[in-house]
């Protein structure tokens, strides 16, 4: 296998933002032939040139769908920034009366970590009122494992005790350093192969939107796009949940800063 030369490197780089919409440095280039090398070895070829005219004949699109899986980043873990979290619970508790559903979008939801962390609140506070939680992610390879539910015991860290052994499964014998989200939950998330940067299918209105740690990997007139989107799924006065290290200044004006990363969508 030849190592990737700069033209080559471009020319995934405007690949991973067509299909993706992911900004992509220079400086990857050992992560795209780490990354995609085996992919080149499956398919007995030579370079990165060729990998790419494969995907790019029109004739492959599983093995486009297999280039974008890897050539995303999914870094994720429970609880991941718990400010978002401790506001669905208010919110969330805020709503527990009412007969209509309360829905909540995990929208970069990777191996699902985030979305079993937003059902596992909502499960606490909101047991009464009917609630969902939908994952959706552009990675197929990452959601067929968030559907899977099971995790290492090393992921588990940051669930709170009372939810660990509430929401989570131990295993035993060769499944010993692992979990699996109990069977009551998992029935109440469900999982979506969904692209934010093409027009987004119907997939109903949120109270809540989590769009978080994706953000950074865009442009601005791509978040300006993304942002568009994924707001016209929100409700009228539901909530908007971007990064701690993310802003929505110079993206978009249509939501009102709540708390820093916490929008709202106007009534």
């Known amino acids: 296998?030849?190592?990737?030369?700069?033209?080559?490197?471009?020319?995934?780089?405007?690949?991973?933002?067509?299909?993706?919409?992911?900004?992509?440095s220079s400086s990857k280039k050992a992560l795209v032939m780490g990354r995609l090398g085996k992919r080149l070895a499956q398919h007995q070829l030579e370079s990165f040139g060729e990998y790419f005219q494969l995907i790019s004949s029109g004739q492959h699109p599983d093995e486009v769908q297999i280039a974008v899986d890897l050539l995303t980043t999914n870094e994720t873990y429970f609880f991941r920034e718990m400010k978002h979290f401790d506001f669905l619970r208010e919110q969330a508790t805020a709503a527990r009366n009412r007969s209509q559903i309360y829905r909540v979008w995990s929208a970069a939801s990777s191996s699902g970590e985030e979305a079993y962390s937003i059902a596992m609140v909502l499960a606490d506070c909101v047991a009464a009122t009917p609630w969902e939680v939908l994952g959706t992610d552009i990675s197929t390879r990452v959601l067929q494992g968030a559907a899977r539910a099971l995790y290492t015991m090393e992921r588990a860290r940051h669930i709170p005790a009372t939810y660990l052994h509430r929401f989570c499964l131990k295993g035993s014998g060769a499944y010993s350093d692992q979990l699996l989200i109990e069977r009551g939950l998992r029935s109440r998330v469900r999982f979506r192969h969904l692209n934010l940067n093409v027009a987004l299918p119907d997939v109903g209105q949120f109270d809540m939107i989590f769009l978080r740690n994706v953000m950074i990997y865009f442009s601005t007139e791509t978040k300006r796009q993304v942002v568009a989107r994924v707001m016209s799924a929100l409700k009228p006065g539901g909530h908007f949940c971007v990064g701690h290290s993310e802003s929505l200044n110079d993206v978009s004006q249509a939501l009102q800063t709540v708390a820093p990363s916490i929008y709202r969508k106007p009534l």
């Open 1 to 24: 296998m030849k190592p990737i030369t700069d033209a080559e490197l471009t020319q995934f780089q405007r690949f991973i933002f067509d299909e993706a919409g992911i900004t992509m």
